[in-house]
């Protein structure tokens, strides 16, 4: 089995109790995280009847938000759609929001048109990407020109601070152990931190954006530097088929 398809048997294997462990574990804080994002990305598009593609969209709670912030900012959604390769967590993405066309796909292989999307986000998907540079690429032709590209992910700090010291003992030695607790599968909550450490800083994750051709235009952390939000437009695609 290889890497890629070993972390989407994890994810198949959580996905009934994965809503209530990532609300005891966040303590609901990721809600703030996203409607931010949210906000943001309505404000950097400028466009009305927005067609959005919610990647690695796992239960949909990303795609909840979307349609949640875009009544209160007053933006028009034309049609959004989710895909993740778990069918486990499209399973309960599709019970708790019929209405919503959901996809079985990887995020390198997207089975949606070039330039199709206004924007797309990806929300604690693009760390558990094994071929990283490929789905970027992608993402890069999906997007219309001056697309909006919004990730959230939990980031890597090379030279952390007190403070990120105390919240990285957190994320690694409490953050297990609870989702452990909750989900009965301390292993898949292991490897949390462990994919953490493993990934980008927010430096090289905005450089990977710029060499396939985004714009990164807005980059913030939150507590302490767990979590990172990453807005960047496609500027330079240009269809090759």
Known sequence: MSKQQEIITMFDDIAGSYDLTNRVMSCGIDITWRKIACKQAFK??????LEIADIACGTGDMISHWQKNAQKEGVEIQSIIGLDPSEGMLSVARKKMPEINFIQCEATELPLESESK?????AYGIRNVVERKKALNEFARVLKKDGILVILEFTKCENPSLIEQLM????????????????????AYRYLPDSIEEFLTTDKLNTELSEVGFKPLYTKAFSAGVCTLFIAKNYQYINKS
């Open 118 to 122: 206004d924007i797309l986000s990806i």
């Open 44 to 49: 950097l598009s400028k466009n009305q009847g």
């Open 168 to 187: 990285g003992f957190y994320t690694k030695k409490i953050l297990p152990f609870v989702g452990g607790i909750i989900s009965r599968n301390y292993r």
